[in-house]
């Protein structure tokens, strides 16, 4: 039987995945530290997140905690961040064999 993915294409996806789910729980965190008013994580590290292939969560986590949806920044940069996680799975899954 022939393996649908190479061992490399499900590497690079599990580690697309993790930092998808790290940068969601980040997003969720510092929303609840906002809400207890205690020390929050840089909006820096958010977005610095979101760009090393962490986009998809950031923007599902903007959208499903109302967080960072009033900032300029954020509107902006995480939907670019999203859509380069995005092609980067699209050429793992298309163009590395």
């Known amino acids: 039987m022939e393996q649908l ?3 490399i294409q499900l ?9 998808n789910v790290y940068t ?6 510092d929303k609840q530290r906002a809400i207890k008013h205690k020390y929050r994580i840089s909006e820096k590290q958010l977005l610095i997140c979101s760009f090393l292939f962490g986009g998809i969560g950031a923007w599902v986590s903007m959208g499903m905690f109302r967080h960072k949806t ?15 996680s995005f092609v980067s799975i699209m050429i793992v899954l298309f163009y590395l064999t």
Do not use: E, H, N, R
């Open 11 to 19: 590497i690079l996806i599990g580690g697309i995945l993790m930092m």
């Open 5 to 7: 993915l190479s061992d």
């Open 70 to 84: 009033q900032k300029l920044i954020f509107k902006l940069s995480v939907p670019i961040a999203a859509l380069l």
């Open 24 to 29: 969601f729980t980040l997003f969720y965190i």
